[in-house]
């Protein structure tokens, strides 16, 4: 029971998570909002302040910056940039995906930035979108904070000496999910395809779907290497070896719901059932064991 009750309290958390975030506490400051700024390989710089996590490339030609964080962040944002020129010399700006921990600085960046993302991203950031499942409602985006670059499958972007691979990953996090190589840096970006030592959310409604997701990590572990920098959408920086316990508990957890089901337990006995102990550490993040069996049991349902 005591599991049950956890779905509801999970849903005020991640409604607050988007809308007036609070999440990953553990490097955020609620006071004086700022970013950690940590320097990579080869002018590449990672940035995490209160959405998900950043990467900056920067050099002779500009900037370009993956992901930008929550509205209400901007100035942090500004003041982390400063040291590499400002705002006005990002180039581009790249959208792993349309949630707006991702995509809140849209609209000051795109003044001045070519904004990229997948078709989808554009058609989800053009018009009102919900999730119902966190009460969550984002409102259209205005002109300037519409990416005016889009793709289908994949697209590179030559930059600062760099090549930025951009490949989507079809219904995975969301319907529009990007994920971006440097393969001149070995440092990959993949949005909200990894939630480094928690269990992700996957927005069912707005086309993910937890079976894909497995698929497209598996894909991501077979294009890195043991010396990549992997960025994930939220934690702290990783490596392959995370990367590959995040996917080992992926398969574990889908088959442990799949065998609940397979019992004829209803979502809500499974839920109540739970995972196996061993598991019990990747709820420690913002999605809570019960609403991560409720993710997998419908997307098990989605595709059966």
Same mark, same amino acid.
């Given at each position: 029971m005591k599991k049950f009750l956890c779905i509801c309290a999970l849903v005020f958390c991640w409604n607050g998570f988007f809308s007036a975030p609070g999440a990953f506490a553990d490097s955020h400051h609620k006071e004086s909002p700022s970013f950690s700024v940590v320097d990579l390989r080869a002018n590449f710089h990672f940035l995490q302040g209160k959405g998900g996590n950043i990467l900056l490339s920067t050099g002779p030609e500009g900037s370009l910056i993956i992901d930008n964080d929550y509205t209400e962040m901007y100035p942090a944002l500004a003041a982390a940039l400063k040291p590499f020129g400002g705002t006005d010399?990002?180039?581009?700006? #790249?959208? %792993? &995906?349309?949630?707006?921990? @991702? /995509?809140?600085?849209?609209?000051?960046?795109?003044?001045?930035?070519?904004? $990229?993302?997948?078709?989808?991203v554009r058609k989800r950031l053009a018009s009102p979108q919900d999730v119902k499942l966190l009460h969550l409602h984002a409102e259209a985006l205005p002109k300037e904070g519409l990416p005016e670059i889009t793709y289908s499958r994949s697209l590179r972007v030559h930059?600062?000496?760099?090549?930025? #691979?951009? %490949? &989507?990953?079809?219904?995975? @996090? /969301?319907?529009?999910?990007?994920?971006?190589?440097?393969?001149?840096?070995? $440092?990959?970006?993949?949005?909200?395809?990894?939630?480094?030592?928690?269990?992700?959310?996957?927005?069912?409604?707005?086309?993910?779907?937890?079976?894909?997701?497995?698929?497209?990590?598996?894909?991501?572990?077979?294009q890195s290497t043991d010396d990549s920098i992997i960025i994930p959408g939220h934690g702290a920086l990783a490596s392959k070896?995370?990367?590959?316990?995040?996917?080992?508990?992926?398969?574990?957890?889908?088959?442990?719901?799949?065998?609940?089901?397979?019992?004829?337990?209803?979502?809500?006995l499974a839920q109540q059932h739970g995972l196996s102990e061993k598991w019990?550490?990747?709820?420690?993040?913002?999605?809570?064991?019960?609403?991560w069996i409720g993710i997998v049991?419908?997307?098990?349902?989605?595709?059966?």
């Open positions: 010399k990002v180039r581009y700006v #790249i959208d %792993t &995906h349309w949630h707006t921990d @991702h /995509t809140g600085n849209n609209v000051p960046l795109g003044g001045h930035a070519l904004i $990229i993302s997948h078709d989808n930059f600062n000496d760099h090549e930025f #691979i951009l %490949t &989507h990953f079809a219904h995975s @996090h /969301t319907d529009g999910d990007t994920v971006i190589r440097i393969p001149g840096a070995n $440092i990959i970006h993949t949005g909200d395809l990894f939630f480094n030592n928690m269990f992700p959310f996957i927005d069912l409604e707005t086309g993910g779907n937890a079976l894909n997701y497995l698929k497209s990590v598996e894909e991501i572990l077979a070896a995370d990367l590959a316990r995040f996917a080992e508990m992926l398969r574990g957890t889908f088959d442990e719901v799949r065998a609940l089901k397979a019992q004829g337990l209803s979502q809500e019990e550490k990747w709820g420690q993040g913002f999605i809570k064991e019960p609403v049991y419908k997307s098990l349902s989605a595709t059966s």
